[in-house]
């Protein structure tokens, strides 16, 4: 499966954790529920599945995800993910697994919004561009923003 999610990944994006899951799908009001594998990369959550005559993604990008919640049973788990007016329920995960999913998917979650919220206050006038220019470098320091993501940013707000 990692060969099939690794050729639907766009330029710049990387998986970051998938596995299998029996996946509830709720859209445009149709319910699937089917065996499927769950992902995240670093600009989407998603999640893929066979079906008659090919296959179905689901995806939500990172940055519209509401919410990202862990259930559990006795020997299972399941992940509840919400947004951009999808909901997905992944059951029968394995429990740790599925604790780790949680963790790295609110992980890039966090991480794409902050990214977003980079993009918005580059391109927003402010009063001090020294000070943006300081909130992109702690940014850049907790390792939300990669060294390109702090550059190209950057050099927006100093050409103004």
Do not use: W, Y
Not at 10 to 26: L, N, Q, S, T, Y
Not at 35 to 57: E, H, M, P, W, Y
Not at 64 to 90: D, H, M, P, W, Y
Not at 111 to 127: L, Y
């Amino acid at each position: 499966m990692a060969n099939e999610l690794n050729s639907l990944l766009r330029p710049g994006e990387k998986i970051v954790m998938f596995g299998g899951c029996a996946a509830r799908v709720d859209r445009l009001g149709t319910t699937v529920t089917r065996q499927a594998t769950a992902f995240v990369t670093n600009q989407r959550f998603g999640v893929l599945s066979k079906k008659i005559g090919g296959r179905d993604i689901v995806e939500i990008p990172l940055s519209l995800v509401s919410g990202v919640e862990f259930e559990r049973n006795i020997t299972t788990a399941q992940i509840n993910v919400v947004g951009a007016g999808v909901k997905l329920r992944l059951a029968r995960m394995q429990v740790n697994g599925a604790k780790e999913f949680v963790r790295v998917s609110r992980e890039q979650i966090a991480m794409a919004k902050a990214r977003v919220d980079v993009a918005s206050a580059a391109s927003a006038p402010s009063n001090s561009i020294a000070t943006q220019v300081s909130q992109l470098a702690e940014l850049h320091a907790q390792g939300i923003l990669t060294p390109e993501e702090f550059s190209t940013a950057k050099s927006k707000l100093l050409e103004g």
